[in-house]
């Protein structure tokens, strides 16, 4: 309702103004008088009617809208006084959250085997070592076969060296026996060791070459797959009975993202203004902060397809609130503030192609360019076009904008 009172007192001036330009002027009483006509048949008034016109435009100073205090106040239009604040010149960049490259397990099987047995599906909690899955695997069987194979003939050789040495020291036995002893030992060892070393490779730690005289039958074919960190499985790419193959496709995919990194996209132009040690806020679009840091370092590399640098903030992520992939602003706070004359960004409007303001006119308001800088929160930096103190539109200057593209749609008239 208010808005119907609101365009109809506007039109109201209007209506009026058309209507003495378009009809017969009246006197006082009432009366319709005729105008005087020239000599040469011509309207003395429609002879300096484009003077006249162009100089009310003149003193009108451009689109303005008449606005009576009253509808004004009935319409949401509310002033105020451009005041001297602090612009931190803070930067709003788009930033990607993607997984700490320290906090993440692509798990492969490190021989070749037949999965027998699954421990962990997608979405998982597991610890470091926690047992993944099991393989039937006979390229462990017989790595497990060589190494006690290799561990007996070592034991043999040393036993024969032993035996050696003590004959020698009886004299009865030849040096040469001796040395051939000593040499047929330390090839021994060199192939235990080679086998002992093979296992190693594949996981096998001392624990369970130890006990391997005394496994279960079958057991030596038994190869496990382990979670070398904490996390979350994400993805599990293998079932039940599927060959897998020593280091081929990673069968598990774990994260761990207590700590994740937000790499921030820096506009080649503001290169000059990110550096390391900043603070930076992360904000989703409904302006809820989602995290805070501070920047670990700008990588001196700029991308040839976006024209943008990296600059990367390590993120503590303990309540999991960012997920790796997700987009998000960055608020960087470049430095100090500085004191400059600022208005609410809402107050400023493009008014034909021109960054405007609106300020109170003797009888309305009218359009008035200015020069605008940087952005802070929610006030923008005036650079020229408005002095401290001076009076502005703080809130309607889209009410007032809609109004003089409705007048200049309508009559060609905004006032």
Known sequence: MKLNLFYAALLSPALLYLSACGNDASDSSGANRTPPQAEDGHDDHEDGSDEEHESHDDADGGDHVELTAEEAEAAGIRTGRAQTGAV???????????????????????????????????????????????????????????????????????????????????????????????????????????????????????????????????????????????????????????????????????????????????????????????????????????????ISNVLPVINEASRTATARVIVDNAEHRLKPGQFVTARIDTGEGRPVVRVPSDAIVSVEDRMSVFVPTDDGFEPREVRTGESAGSYTEIISGLEADEAFVAEGAFTLKAQLEKDAFGDGHAH
């Open 88 to 294: 931190s010149g803070q930067l709003e960049l788009p930033a990607e959250i993607r997984f700490d490259a320290d906090r993440v397990a692509r798990v492969s099987p490190q021989v070749e085997g037949t999965v027998a047995q699954l421990y962990a599906g997608e979405g998982d909690i597991v610890k470091a070592g926690a047992t993944l899955a099991r393989l039937t695997s006979r390229e462990l069987a017989g790595l497990k076969a060589d190494y006690l194979n290799a561990l007996s003939a070592e034991r043999l050789a040393q036993a024969e060296l032993e035996r050696e040495e003590n004959l020698w020291e009886q004299k009865i036995t030849a040096e040469a026996d001796l040395q051939s002893a000593r040499a047929a030992f330390a090839a021994a060892n060199a192939g235990r060791e080679a086998a002992e070393n093979r296992l190693h490779a594949i996981g096998i730690g001392h624990g369970t070459l130890d006990k391997l005289n005394e496994a279960a039958d079958g057991s030596l074919a038994q190869a496990y797959v382990t979670a070398p960190l904490a996390g979350e499985v994400i993805q599990r790419s293998v079932s039940l009975g599927e060959t897998v193959s020593a280091g081929g496709a990673p069968i598990f995919v774990i994260i761990d993202d207590s700590v994740v990194w937000a790499d921030i996209a820096v506009y080649k132009e503001d290169l000059g203004k990110v550096s390391e040690g900043q603070t930076v806020t992360f904000q989703q679009e409904d302006g809820r902060v989602l995290a805070e840091g501070t």
